[in-house]
C-alpha cells in the first residue's frame, strides 16, 4: 500500500499565483485533513473532511479551498498565494474516530511564496 | 478551544537513559490522545493512540499514559538510542467536535552514543 500520498513535495510561487496541493490515500479511510507546520508554530489543521462531499474548517482556512468528491482524494487550492503561506503542508487521513483514529500523514509539500 | 503544551521542547541525554517527554492539554473532554514521531524534513509517523476509555498503551520501548482528569500524558522512551532522536508530537482532539485535532509544539531528543 502506498499509504498517503501528497504531490508535489516542493513547489515555488510568485504571489497571487493560484495552485492545488494533491493528496491522495488508498486505505479507504473517512477522515482526511490538511495541516500547515510553520516553524515554533506546530501543526494547525486548515480544513478537513469526515467523508466524500462533506468538509469543515480547521483553525487557519482563509486562503484556502477543499473539496471531498472521492473518498481516496482530498486536494487543497490556494486561490491567490501569499507570501504568508510559505509553509510544509502535510495531509493526513485516519478510520472513523469511533473506530480508531489513528492519523496517517503524508511526507509533506514544502511551498514556498514568492 | 484546546491548548496543547509539550515540556520540555529540547532533551539531550546519553545513549541508555530513560526518558520522559510531557504534554498536558486543558480540555479534559477528549476522545483520543496520540503520539507522533517526526524525522527532519519528513511526515510525522504514528507511535501511540490512546482511547479516551484506556489509560496507557505500550509499543516496544515506548510507553504512554493518559489522564484526562488532569489534562496530562507521558510518553515514557527506554533505554534510549540514537535512532531515537527525532521530534515528538503529542495531538489531541476535543470530544465535542471529533475530527479536529490540536498539536503541542514537540519535544526535540537529541540521543547521543
Known amino acids: 500500500n502506498a499509504g498517503v500520498t501528497q504531490t508535489p513535495k516542493f513547489q515555488v510561487l510568485k504571489t497571487g499565483q493560484s495552485m492545488t496541493l494533491q493528496c491522495a490515500q488508498d486505505?479507504?479511510?473517512?477522515?482526511m485533513s490538511w495541516y500547515r507546520q510553520d516553524p515554533g508554530m506546530g501543526l494547525r489543521l486548515i480544513h478537513y473532511s469526515v467523508g466524500a462531499g462533506i468538509t469543515d474548517q480547521g483553525e487557519v482556512p482563509n486562503g484556502y479551498n477543499v473539496s471531498r468528491s472521492t473518498t481516496e482524494d482530498f486536494p487543497l487550492r490556494l486561490l491567490s498565494a501569499a507570501p504568508s503561506q510559505t509553509s510544509v503542508y502535510f495531509c493526513?487521513?485516519?478510520?472513523?474516530?469511533?473506530?480508531?483514529?489513528?492519523?496517517?500523514f503524508g511526507e509533506g509539500s514544502r511551498l514556498t511564496v514568492l | 478551544k484546546q491548548e496543547v503544551t509539550q515540556i520540555p521542547a529540547a532533551l539531550s541525554v546519553p545513549e541508555g537513559e530513560n526518558l520522559v517527554l510531557n504534554c498536558s492539554f486543558t480540555?479534559?473532554?477528549?476522545?483520543?490522545l496520540q503520539w507522533f514521531r517526526q524525522d527532519p524534513g519528513k511526515g510525522l509517523t504514528s507511535l501511540l493512540l490512546?482511547?479516551?476509555?484506556?489509560r496507557e498503551q505500550t509499543s516496544g520501548r515506548l510507553n504512554a499514559s493518559l489522564d484526562k482528569s488532569s489534562g496530562r500524558s507521558t510518553l515514557y522512551i527506554a533505554a534510549s538510542q540514537p535512532g531515537d532522536s527525532a521530534t515528538y508530537l503529542c495531538a489531541v482532539d476535543r470530544g465535542s467536535t471529533l475530527g479536529r485535532l490540536y498539536f503541542g509544539r514537540g519535544t526535540q531528543l537529541t540521543v547521543w552514543p
Open positions: 493526513a487521513s485516519s478510520p472513523p474516530f469511533r473506530v480508531s483514529g489513528e492519523l496517517f
Open positions: 486505505m479507504n479511510h473517512e477522515y
Open positions: 490512546i482511547q479516551s476509555s484506556q
Open positions: 480540555d479534559s473532554a477528549i476522545y483520543n
